[in-house]
């Protein structure tokens, strides 16, 4: 089992459309985790973090469940340029700044 | 001003050269990291390093190592280039203790 596993995509969807993406971890030691996005050719970057709680930052909304392992990132009122590949994060364990990524998910936003 | 840069962004060579990828970050960060990220656009880190330690992933063949001159630095060697070790490497750095990655603009290596 691959230890972050995200559907690779590519998904499609109009402007202002609401998408979801799901990420699954295997390591069940990990203590952190984040949703970061990269550009076509361009670095990796933060996007936000993924509390236990849940959290929002303006149309994005992540949530984590520890229980099944699970991460996910919804995005409302897509926009052309949320294009881009998300990538789920998660640290290899408590007190760990090793990160391990998911191979991303391409999302293209269509006029 | 860039946080972390890499130079070169292009770099194109034979198999068997000695080449290096220079990474300097300006962020007062404590530990940095090379990723290697390769056609199918896997992420995959190779080294972490700060002042105390090195953490080096098993699976990357020795020809590869790193060099710190001081903490502001983390430059990648790489010995006997081959054509598997095309890829886009990225740079990156945090702060000890947090876990936010910064990453630089990556070298786009290419061995012929």
């Known amino acids: 089992r691959k230890e972050v596993e995200q559907d690779p995509g590519p998904f499609n969807v109009p402007e202002g459309a609401t998408v979801a993406f799901n990420c699954t971890y295997s390591?069940?030691?990990?203590?952190?985790f984040f949703w970061y996005r990269q550009d076509c050719r361009k670095e990796p970057k933060l996007l936000m973090s993924?509390?236990?709680s849940g959290n929002e930052d303006g149309r994005f909304t992540a949530q984590l469940n520890r229980a099944s392992q699970y991460i996910s990132l919804l995005i409302r009122d897509s926009k052309l340029s949320d294009s881009a590949t998300y990538l789920c994060v998660v640290n290899s364990g408590a007190g760990s700044y090793q990160l391990t990524f998911g191979k991303g998910t391409k999302l293209s936003v269509i006029p | 001003d860039t946080a972390v840069s890499q130079t070169p962004k292009y770099l194109v060579t034979q198999m068997g050269n000695d080449k290096s990828i220079k990474c300097e970050q300006n962020l007062g960060h404590d530990t940095m990291y090379w990723y290697k990220q390769d056609s199918k656009k896997f992420l995959k880190i190779m080294f972490s390093?700060?002042?105390?330690?090195?953490?080096i992933n098993e699976t990357v063949p020795n020809r590869f190592s790193p060099k710190s001159p001081d903490k502001a630095h983390l430059n990648l060697h790489i010995n006997s280039l081959e054509l598997g070790d095309s890829a886009v490497y990225f740079c990156?750095?945090?702060?000890?203790?947090?876990?936010?990655?910064?990453f630089g603009p990556g070298t786009r290596l290419l061995v012929l």
């Open positions: 390591n069940s030691a990990s203590q952190s």
């Open positions: 390093y700060n002042n105390k330690e090195l953490i």
């Open positions: 993924v509390y236990s």
């Open positions: 990156a750095s945090s702060q000890l203790g947090q876990e936010t990655q910064y």
